[in-house]
């Protein structure tokens, strides 16, 4: 396998609209890279311009240590797995996976020839090639079938070994399983992973399922609008957000995005040793954590967005009164309403209207969501007490969107 080299790459249609912007990146020999964002972001167009099947507008593209950006895509040694199978339908799976083989054995015929001249062997037989990769992917027993015989699964299988065969420099993935059901997604993001450490890969994989690039990436790629946001391993891009985007983006339920503005006040609560420092919103003050303060400093007066994850907003108790009086120091008491319950299986998401302080008609100051047990016994109307941990905030700049505070200090 090897590695893949992005230099400046872009990609402007006809009519300047620009689909890809300056992309930089390096993915390392025998790295399961994702490139994941949402619709229109670049990531299929970054893709079909490392196969060849669209042109470079500007940059350089290399693989394997090669300039390939001038090369025909059958030049490149690449293979690529699309959305839809594509499969023969007149062929068998046998078929499938050899056919690629033998349209290049055909093309190599006079090479084969000269070799024979020569008394050297011709490397790997095709029928050889073909079931240790069906035995790799368990549908040896399939391969007397036509396409039209074989579930989803098994035809997304049979793409997969009809790139394994190749052999090639890289494997390129354009949302393979998006077709596929749930259960079925969840089997093959395991299966895609095994194969990759077996077959020691490079590959890079387009997705726009955010909680399949954090399952898969060795690292991930956040792109919007054609331009990398954030690129990182996943637990670096979802507890170290770079921006705003990203933030949001990345996680389910999202993380909760309130405006508001940096001020020393009275209103909020802070440790006695430091001068107060709060965040306020519409109606609402939050403090601002110790360790965030010496950052957060030189941002006073300034519009800020608060950025919360739901796994941080915790359900204290029941009704106006109770354990939100009593939160630790630099967590946000507060009193909500239950304003929407969502399952996800073995736990609940909960959308909470946060009730402004001091609104004695209870008025909406803002909403949040939060992640509870599936046994909370929680019903829609009910009105909680609950803390916001503000130790694991996130700042953002309300006109650049960049992190303000993260893990480690400010960012730029």
Same mark, same amino acid.
């Given at each position: ?29 025998? &790295? ?70 033998? !349209?290049?054995?055909?093309?190599? *015929? ?10 050297? *062997? ?27 015989? !074989?579930?989803? #699964? ?45 077959? &020691? ?39 170290? $957000? ?16 309130? &405006? ?17 420092? #709060? ?27 608060? #950025? ?24 946000? $008491? ?17 959308? !909470?209207? !946060?009730?402004?302080?001091?609104? #004695? ?29 503000? *130790? ?21």
């Amino acid at each position: 396998m090897a590695g893949v080299i992005l230099e400046h790459v872009s990609r402007v249609y006809p009519g300047g609209v620009t689909a890809v912007s300056e992309i930089d990146l390096e993915v390392r020999d025998r &790295e399961f890279l994702v490139l994941v964002g949402p619709s229109g972001s670049g990531k299929s167009t970054t893709l079909r311009m490392i196969a060849g099947l669209e042109p470079v507008s500007a940059g350089r593209i290399w693989i394997d240590g090669r300039q390939v950006d001038d090369l025909a895509p059958q030049r490149r040694n690449i293979a690529m797995v699309f959305q839809g199978q594509a499969l023969y339908p007149h062929l068998s799976v046998y078929g499938n996976l050899a056919f690629g083989l033998e !349209l290049r054995s055909q093309g190599g *015929r006079w090479r084969r020839m000269f070799r024979g001249l020569l008394g050297r *062997r011709e490397p790997s037989d095709i029928g050889e090639r073909v079931r240790q990769a069906a035995r790799c992917l368990g549908i040896e027993p399939l391969l007397e079938r036509m396409p039209g015989e !074989l579930s989803g #699964g098994e035809r997304q299988r049979v793409a997969l070994g009809r790139a394994m065969v190749r052999e090639p420099a890289a494997f390129l993935f354009d949302e393979p399983l998006s077709n596929l059901d749930a259960q079925l997604r969840v089997e093959m993001r395991r299966e895609l992973k095994r194969l990759s450490r077996q077959l &020691e890969a490079t590959v890079i994989y387009v997705t726009h399922d955010q909680a399949e690039a954090l399952t898969l990436g060795d690292r991930i790629v956040v792109l919007e609008h054609g331009k990398v946001q954030q690129l990182g391993e996943p637990d670096e891009v979802y507890d170290r $957000p770079a921006n705003r985007f990203v933030a949001g983006f990345i996680g389910t339920p999202p993380m909760n995005l309130m &405006e508001g503005r940096i001020g020393e006040t009275e209103s909020v609560r802070a440790t006695p040793d430091d001068s107060p420092l #709060g965040f306020a919103g519409a109606g609402w003050s939050a403090p601002v954590a110790a360790e965030h303060r010496e950052a957060l400093a030189g941002f006073v007066g300034e519009p800020v967005v608060l #950025g919360i994850r739901p796994e941080h907003v915790r359900i204290v108790g029941a009704g106006p009164t109770g354990p939100a009086a009593s939160a630790p120091v630099d967590s946000w $008491p507060a009193t909500a309403r239950v304003a929407a319950i969502e399952s996800l299986g073995d736990s609940m998401a909960v959308e !909470l209207e !946060l009730v402004g302080q001091g609104n #004695g008609d209870g008025q909406t100051s803002a909403t949040v969501w939060c992640k509870v047990e599936a046994d909370g016994k929680l019903n829609l109307g009910d009105r909680v007490n609950v803390w916001l941990e503000m *130790r694991r905030a996130h700042w953002f700049s309300a006109r650049t969107g960049k992190n303000l505070y993260a893990a480690g200090g400010v960012r730029g």
